[in-house]
């Protein structure tokens, strides 16, 4: 029997190297892209937790602006991504309706960061996201994850919008494009580099 392609190899084991693995979480209330800003930046094939959406959970979760979405996340989802020969991220997207909020709590342990997806269509929604991220101490930079057809901002309207501090980071965000997520990956781990620098200067 012969042996997988080493491509192939490579696109499911970790590389030898590999020291540090690190705990990412992708939050941000319903329906706002996170599956799939996870599938595109994943390296690996991402496990997914989707079930179609039906009318019995229409009395619980709250639909608006979302009727061409059949399917919810309703545990995780997982993506992997390498960053160099020593360190390789986690990726956890979570479950974005009220209801699962708990179940996200507990996957804050042992992370490092969380990136939150927001739409400016419902910026309002981000709100609860963000308050449990601070209530835990967990550090988290902003994407917009702009939609077609959606409100265009400045990134300082925005800020002022969602009440963040000088220091959070915020981007602009098309989950669909890869190189647009790694941009705004890149703007978390960057502001937890600097808070781990300040810490240790303190």
Same mark, same amino acid.
């Given at each position: 029997m012969g042996s997988a392609p080493a491509s192939e190899s490579e696109d499911v084991y970790l590389r030898p190297g590999v020291q540090t693995a690190v705990k990412i979480l992708v939050v941000g209330h319903f329906a706002v892209g996170k599956t799939t800003y996870v599938g595109t930046l994943s390296e690996i094939r991402p496990l997914r937790t989707e079930e179609v959406m039906t009318e019995a959970g229409a009395l619980v979760d709250d639909l608006a602006g979302t009727h061409d979405k059949t399917t919810t996340t309703v545990a995780l989802d997982f993506g992997r991504l390498t960053l160099s020969d020593t360190l390789v991220l986690y990726l956890f997207g979570t479950p974005g309706q009220q209801r699962f909020t708990e179940l996200w709590r507990d996957m804050t342990r042992g992370a490092l960061g969380a990136l939150?997806?927001?739409?400016?269509?419902?910026?309002?929604?981000?709100?609860?996201?963000?308050?449990?991220? +601070?209530?835990? =101490?967990? /550090?988290?930079?902003?994407?917009?994850? +702009?939609?077609? =057809?959606? /409100?265009?901002?400045?990134?300082s309207e925005v800020r002022e919008a969602l009440d963040l501090l000088p220091e959070t980071p915020l981007v602009r965000c098309d989950a669909r494009d890869r190189d647009s997520s790694t941009r705004a990956l890149v703007s978390l781990v960057e502001h937890l580099l600097t808070r781990m620098s300040e810490l240790e200067h303190a």
């Amino acid at each position: 029997m012969g042996s997988a392609p080493a491509s192939e190899s490579e696109d499911v084991y970790l590389r030898p190297g590999v020291q540090t693995a690190v705990k990412i979480l992708v939050v941000g209330h319903f329906a706002v892209g996170k599956t799939t800003y996870v599938g595109t930046l994943s390296e690996i094939r991402p496990l997914r937790t989707e079930e179609v959406m039906t009318e019995a959970g229409a009395l619980v979760d709250d639909l608006a602006g979302t009727h061409d979405k059949t399917t919810t996340t309703v545990a995780l989802d997982f993506g992997r991504l390498t960053l160099s020969d020593t360190l390789v991220l986690y990726l956890f997207g979570t479950p974005g309706q009220q209801r699962f909020t708990e179940l996200w709590r507990d996957m804050t342990r042992g992370a490092l960061g969380a990136l939150v997806l927001a739409d400016t269509r419902r910026l309002q929604h981000s709100f609860d996201v963000m308050g449990v991220l +601070e209530e835990l =101490g967990l /550090p988290y930079a902003v994407a917009l994850n +702009e939609f077609d =057809g959606g /409100p265009r901002h400045t990134l300082s309207e925005v800020r002022e919008a969602l009440d963040l501090l000088p220091e959070t980071p915020l981007v602009r965000c098309d989950a669909r494009d890869r190189d647009s997520s790694t941009r705004a990956l890149v703007s978390l781990v960057e502001h937890l580099l600097t808070r781990m620098s300040e810490l240790e200067h303190a």
